[in-house]
Structures are given as structure tokens and as C-alpha cells.
């Protein structure tokens, strides 16, 4: 038994396309971003309103006093977990969450497929801060980490040699949604699309590499999306 054990520890254990752990179809991390931006739905408008003042990113200082230009840097994070009061936006986003998680975090591994969904809600903030937007707009909601994982499912498909035309025109039909609706951070929806790219590009280029240079590439982009972000902040505060 003792030889078998050692020759059990010289085996690699089973890896995703992308570097992750195989763990079948668990997708334990899609699962727990519904579960918790549901129960911040409920916080938010049945336990207390406050909730949503306190952690929603705005661009008008004078509507919510706790705003990002007031040295609250995890808005931009926080604010990706809660929705508006219409049920369609959590529903919508949740639905597109569920839907495409479903296959990319089988794919990715629980970690990278975090990461992935984590810088694209960041990146949207980033977009939503960064590029012109209406006074007084506030940007809330899951869309901009969702547009994330529309750009990384482009990316991993065109990776896999699979079909992506139809990611292309779902992409194409939801930012125009975002563009010609009103009360719509397009923005948002911009920053994540093209930091889930990135990130997808870089867990793709680095999937035969030593697992360091794949956490050293997400690491670079990390860094490159909180960039943006203090200087959002800087500018915000000037």
C-alpha cells in the first residue's frame, strides 16, 4: 500500500484545458455569486435601504454621501452584488450569469474562473468612472462582470476552434441595449467586455505554462485594472 500511495504522488492530478482542477460539471462559484447578489437584492431594498447608499458606486457626490471619491474603495466591487429595484435587472443578469457560467467555470476551474468574473465586475467599474457618463448615473449591477464573461466565452471559443458567431451578435445585441436605452452604464458594460477578454486571453496564452506565469499574468492584470481604478479615484477627488 505504502508503494502504491508514493506512486500516487508522483501522478499530476487531471487539469482543465485552461490549468484549473477537474472537478466535473461543479460550478460551486456561479452558484454563490446568485446566491449572494440575492440576497443583497433582498438586504437592499427589505432590510435597509442604507445597504444600497453604502455600497453602490455613483458618480454624484451629493447623492450618496459614502461615494468613491470619499475614499470608499470597495464600491466599485460591492456595487457589481447589488441591482436596481426592477426585479428584470437582477433577474436578466442572473439568468446570463447562470447560463454562461454553466460552461465557461467547468472549463476555467473554480479559481480562474473567480478571478475572471472578479476583474470584469472591477473593469466595469473601471469603464463606468473612466469614460464619460450622465451626472448623478449610478452604475450597479452584475452587467459589467457578466459582459466580462461574454468577452472571455468569445475568446475561449475562438481559443477551442469552436463556433462564435452567435456570442458575437448576443454581445453585439446587448450593448446596443445598453447604448440606446436610457439609464443604461454602457460604459460598465465596455470595461467588463474588454477586461474579460484580457483575462481570457491570458489564462489561453499561459495554459501550458508553469501555473506561475498563468497566476503572474492575472496578477498583471489585476494590477492594471486597481491602476485605473485609483486613478479614477485620484481624479474624482481633485
Known amino acids: ?42 438586504a437592499q431594498f427589505v432590510v435597509d435601504p442604507r445597504v444600497y447608499a ?6 454624484q457626490v451629493s447623492t450618496y454621501p459614502w461615494a468613491f471619491s ?3 474603495y470597495w464600491q466599485p466591487l460591492t456595487s457589481a452584488f447589488l441591482h436596481a429595484p426592477t426585479p ?21 476551474g473554480r479559481a480562474r474562473f473567480a478571478a475572471l468574473y472578479l476583474l470584469s465586475a472591477l473593469g466595469g467599474a473601471a469603464g463606468a468612472t473612466l469614460l464619460p457618463m450622465t451626472a448623478g448615473v449610478s452604475t450597479v449591477g452584475a452587467s459589467g462582470a457578466v459582459f466580462g464573461l461574454f468577452g472571455a466565452l468569445f475568446v475561449v471559443n475562438r481559443h477551442l476552434g469552436r463556433q462564435s458567431g452567435q456570442v458575437l451578435a448576443l454581445v453585439a445585441i446587448n450593448f446596443a441595449i445598453g447604448v440606446f436605452v436610457p439609464g443604461i452604464s454602457w460604459q460598465a458594460h465596455l ?10 486571453a491570458v489564462l489561453a496564452r499561459t ?6 506565469v498563468q497566476v503572474a499574468g ?10 485605473l481604478l485609483a486613478y ?7
Open 70 to 72: 470619499a475614499g470608499n
Open 191 to 200: 470595461g467588463g467586455l474588454v477586461t474579460g477578454a484580457a483575462v481570457a
Open 88 to 108: 428584470i435587472h437582477v433577474l436578466f443578469n442572473m439568468y446570463a450569469l447562470w447560463l454562461v457560467g454553466q460552461y465557461l467555470e467547468p472549463l476555467l
Open 207 to 212: 495554459r501550458r505554462s508553469p501555473r506561475l
Open 1 to 42: 500500500m505504502d508503494c502504491v500511495a508514493e506512486a500516487n504522488r508522483g501522478v499530476r492530478a487531471p487539469r482543465t484545458t485552461f490549468g484549473g482542477a477537474v472537478r466535473g460539471r461543479d460550478t460551486a462559484v456561479t452558484k454563490t455569486v446568485v446566491v449572494v447578489c440575492a440576497l443583497m437584492y433582498l
Open 232 to 238: 479614477a479615484a485620484a481624479r474624482f477627488t481633485l
Open 54 to 59: 453604502y455600497l453602490v458606486l455613483s458618480n
Open 218 to 227: 492575472l496578477g498583471a492584470a489585476a494590477l492594471v485594472v486597481v491602476a
